[in-house]
């Protein structure tokens, strides 16, 4: 499941944040959110065509296909894919906050 993958990443940059010995300009720290952000994506994408495929191969008669293989991956898309919009949520949230501010 590709949410553990996700999970491994994100303890990882954990793990290197707090190892860090010297501070990171900000360019560095948005292109390494920025490539998290895409993986998450590309994540979440996968799921989602993994889960179409299986639904297709099930349709069609494939008897290696499972109703419940199918049932199971397409929840897995759902999850990773409500979990991404409450992610995006949070970050226009944050940015509208941020904009609000005074200076």
């Known amino acids: ?3 553990n993958g996700l999970q491994a990443e994100l303890q990882a940059m954990k793990l290197e944040a707090s190892n860090a010995n010297k501070p990171a300009s900000a360019q560095q720290v948005s292109e390494d959110f920025g490539a998290l952000l895409g993986n998450a994506i590309k ?3 996968g799921l989602q065509s993994q ?3 299986l639904a297709t ?4 008669g494939d008897r290696s296909v499972s109703l419940s293989d199918v049932m ?3 929840n897995k ?3 990773a ?3 991404t919009v409450q992610v995006r949520n949070k970050m226009v949230e944050a940015y509208k906050e941020l ?3 005074p200076v």
């Open 1 to 3: 499941m590709k949410v």
């Open 43 to 45: 994540n979440v994408n």
């Open 51 to 53: 889960s179409s495929e």
């Open 57 to 60: 191969r099930f349709d069609q």
């Open 72 to 74: 199971i991956a397409r």
């Open 77 to 79: 898309s759902s999850v």
């Open 81 to 83: 894919f409500e979990a």
């Open 99 to 101: 904009m609000n501010m």
